[in-house]
């Protein structure tokens, strides 16, 4: 079956701190890439997506995602977190169809 | 613009009652998406919308759930009876339909509580 996997549950960094979260998932063919974000007491908000052309894409807040298709992942990275990046991260994928495949979540804290 | 809103914020209910969960999508967003998350595990699919027609109900756990889209605007989302597994933070979804437009805005979610 269909799975996007996310490695780390709870992540806890202190601020100015490198960040990459991991994201993995199972399917052979052409996939649409998303990694969501939900702020205390906030709704989901999009980060960044790939649909197509340069893996490496560019989101809001100084967040990046690179899509290496040989190893179906799609990990989120963000040189130097704030304390305001404490959030739940959710990789999602688009799998030909049109649903979205959630992993689990992230919890990331950042410790001021 | 106005988002993706969802009624009730919170809503608190005994096994064997009946909820009914709103969706206001974005205006001129055909697709509408329900997913729900129970605590502690993934948000998972529920069903989608195209205007007022089911393209995919495959998430739909069992016959209790039943979603409408009267004239392809809001959603509703009716649990009847609820139980107590029913619980958790439904969320919806909706977008604009062709490729590379598939990008789904999310509302805040409605958190159901099933005692």
């Known amino acids: 079956a269909q799975s996007v996997s996310q490695h780390n549950h709870h992540v806890i960094l202190s601020e100015a701190a490198s960040l990459e979260l991991g994201c993995n998932y199972s399917y052979g063919g052409t996939v649409n890439l998303f990694w969501y974000v939900q702020y205390p007491g906030q709704h989901l908000q999009l980060l960044l997506k790939?649909?197509?052309?340069?893996?490496l894409v560019k989101g809001i807040k100084g967040f990046e995602a690179e899509f290496i298709k040989s190893k179906f992942s799609f990990n989120l990275r963000k040189p130097s977190v704030q304390w305001s990046d404490t959030a739940e991260y959710f990789c999602a994928v688009i799998l030909g169809n049109e649903k979205l495949t959630f992993g689990t979540g992230t919890r990331l804290t950042i410790i001021p | 613009e106005a988002g993706v809103t969802q009624f009730p914020s919170h809503s608190v209910i005994e096994k064997g009652q009946t909820v009914t969960l709103r969706c206001d999508p974005i205006s001129g967003h055909d697709n509408l998406y329900w997913y729900r998350r129970v605590m502690g595990k993934e948000i998972k699919f529920l069903l989608h919308?195209?205007?007022?027609?089911?393209?995919?109900e495959s998430g739909m756990p069992n016959n209790r759930f039943l979603a409408e889209r009267t004239g392809g605007t809001y959603s509703t989302l009716k649990v009847q009876p609820a139980e107590l597994e029913d619980s958790g933070v439904y969320f919806c979804?909706?977008?604009?339909?062709?490729?590379?437009?598939?990008?789904?805005?999310f509302g805040a979610g409605t958190r159901l509580s099933v005692l």
């Open positions: 790939y649909f197509s052309g340069d893996p």
């Open positions: 979804a909706s977008s604009q339909v062709g490729y590379g437009k598939n990008i789904q805005y």
């Open positions: 919308f195209v205007k007022e027609s089911k393209q995919d």
